[in-house]
């Protein structure tokens, strides 16, 4: 059966973290999650050492992704030495407030830059460049005891990496044993035709999945293939951490800023509350029948 560890994004709730956002650690514990990931960026600020006390003291996991104010020209897979040198140092700056949080894991679409889309075929030279650049920030991740996953998203995002297999090539040719793989729930639908190839194919570099539907709704009751995911997490990654993550849509919310138009999120409480349950029994119920 998989012991796999449920969390959330901290963006069901606020768009930036601050020092005053530390008590929902607590709330996130009392719903019964294991892992939470914080968002990091150019406009957030905070001191990072209660955090991580906090967490600790609570038994959270932490994570890291970049989803909040990161330059366009911070892109290590830009032809120009000067941005490329400008992403490494602003990938290496969040990856070191990720060791001050006490993070396992800094994950994203560090390959590149989401919304920095070329259209036209990736070229040789850019998948070269990423992993010489990747290969070196593996490398200072690990230094500081944090795994640098990298998540595929889908066409819309990036023309750099949409696929499982692709990831796995990348890392493959980016060669350090500190490279993993976080898989989409969302992004997936867009771009796998069979979401348990998808994760058999990642293999042990599988570290996680973020979970919502296809439209970036509450987990159950959409098109994504929940038994499917269950099934091959059991046979690949039993221990996978399983993030729900969305944009907080409520009256308050954020969600129209990232693109989300439909009120999915209007409680963030209630979103977890329910996709757990409904995870947690999928994935019962995927054990019972194997």
């Given at each position: 059966?998989?012991?796999?560890?449920?969390?959330?994004?901290?963006?069901?709730?606020?768009?930036?973290w601050?020092?005053?956002?530390?008590?929902?650690?607590?709330?996130?514990r009392?719903?019964?999650?294991?892992?939470?990931?914080?968002?990091?960026?150019?406009?957030?600020?905070?001191?990072?050492?209660?955090?991580?006390?906090?967490?600790?003291?609570?038994?959270?996991?932490?994570?890291?992704?970049?989803?909040?104010?990161?330059?366009?020209?911070c892109?290590?897979?830009?032809?120009?030495?000067?941005?490329?040198?400008?992403g490494?140092?602003?990938?290496?700056?969040?990856?070191?407030?990720?060791?001050?949080?006490g993070?396992?894991?800094?994950?994203?679409?560090t390959?590149?830059?989401?919304?920095?889309?070329?259209?036209?075929?990736?070229?040789?030279?850019?998948?070269?460049?990423?992993?010489?650049?990747?290969?070196?920030?593996?490398?200072?991740?690990?230094?500081?005891?944090?795994?640098?996953?990298i998540?595929?998203?889908?066409?819309?995002?990036?023309?750099?990496?949409?696929?499982?297999?692709?990831?796995?090539?990348?890392?493959?040719?980016?060669d350090?044993?500190?490279?993993?793989?976080?898989?989409?729930?969302?992004?997936?639908?867009?771009?796998?035709?069979?979401?348990?190839?998808?994760?058999?194919?990642?293999?042990?570099?599988?570290?996680?999945?973020?979970?919502?539907?296809?439209?970036?709704?509450?987990?159950?009751?959409?098109?994504v293939?929940?038994?499917?995911?269950?099934?091959?997490?059991?046979?690949?990654?039993?221990?996978?951490?399983i993030?729900?993550?969305?944009?907080?849509?409520?009256?308050?919310?954020?969600?129209?800023?990232?693109?989300?138009?439909?009120?999915?999120?209007?409680?963030?409480?209630?979103?977890?509350?329910?996709?757990?349950?409904f995870?947690?029994?999928?994935?019962?119920?995927?054990?019972?029948?194997?």
């Open positions: 059966m998989t012991t796999c560890k449920y969390g959330a994004h901290q963006f069901l709730w606020i768009e930036h601050t020092d005053q956002s530390i008590d929902l650690l607590d709330e996130v009392e719903l019964g999650l294991d892992c939470f990931e914080i968002s990091l960026g150019d406009d957030v600020s905070f001191n990072p050492v209660p955090v991580r006390k906090r967490a600790e003291q609570l038994g959270l996991e932490l994570t890291v992704g970049p989803g909040n104010v990161w330059p366009m020209e892109d290590i897979s830009l032809e120009s030495v000067e941005y490329q040198h400008s490494m140092e602003w990938h290496r700056r969040i990856i070191r407030k990720a060791a001050e949080l993070a396992v894991a800094y994950c994203g679409a390959y590149g830059h989401p919304g920095h889309v070329l259209r036209q075929p990736v070229q040789i030279a850019e998948i070269k460049r990423i992993a010489e650049n990747l290969h070196e920030l593996a490398k200072y991740a690990e230094s500081l005891s944090v795994e640098l996953v998540e595929p998203m889908s066409r819309f995002r990036t023309h750099l990496l949409h696929t499982s297999q692709q990831a796995v090539d990348l890392i493959l040719m980016a350090h044993p500190n490279l993993y793989i976080n898989l989409d729930t969302y992004h997936m639908i867009t771009e796998e035709r069979d979401y348990s190839s998808a994760i058999s194919i990642s293999g042990n570099k599988l570290r996680g999945i973020h979970a919502c539907e296809n439209d970036r709704g509450v987990p159950g009751g959409g098109l293939p929940w038994v499917d995911v269950f099934r091959a997490l059991e046979n690949t990654c039993p221990n996978a951490r993030l729900m993550e969305t944009y907080n849509t409520g009256q308050h919310g954020f969600g129209y800023k990232r693109g989300i138009f439909k009120d999915v999120c209007p409680d963030a409480n209630e979103f977890v509350r329910k996709g757990l349950s995870l947690k029994n999928c994935a019962k119920e995927v054990h019972q029948t194997n």
